[in-house]
């Protein structure tokens, strides 16, 4: 790494619950409000976007992670688990 790269932290476990969270409530925010289903698309796709996707992931590999003290080797294991968990937190 070079002296001027900086080393950005990880999000924070509540930062993930919290984008999920928002996630959560605008789908049902919009299903209570029965708008036509290419309107919910575009309202989901803004809300999670590729990006904010990526750093809940992140942050919760990094967390799975820490769990295990950092051990060396499960490191797309633990990118994988967080895939699928986040997954399931904006369905």
Request: zero cysteines; hydrophobic letters at 45%; glycine letters at 2%.
């Amino acid at each position: 790494m070079s002296p001027n790269q900086t080393v950005n932290a990880p999000p924070s476990a509540a930062s993930v619950k919290n984008s999920a969270a928002r996630v959560a409530a605008e789908k049902a925010r919009l299903a209570t409000a029965q708008p036509k289903a290419k309107t919910i698309r575009r309202a989901v796709k803004r809300t999670s976007s590729a990006r904010e996707r990526y750093e809940m992931i992140a942050e919760a590999a990094y967390f799975r992670a820490a769990e295990r003290d950092f051990a060396p080797g499960h490191e797309i294991d633990d990118w994988l688990a967080a895939e699928k968990e986040v997954a399931q937190l904006l369905k």
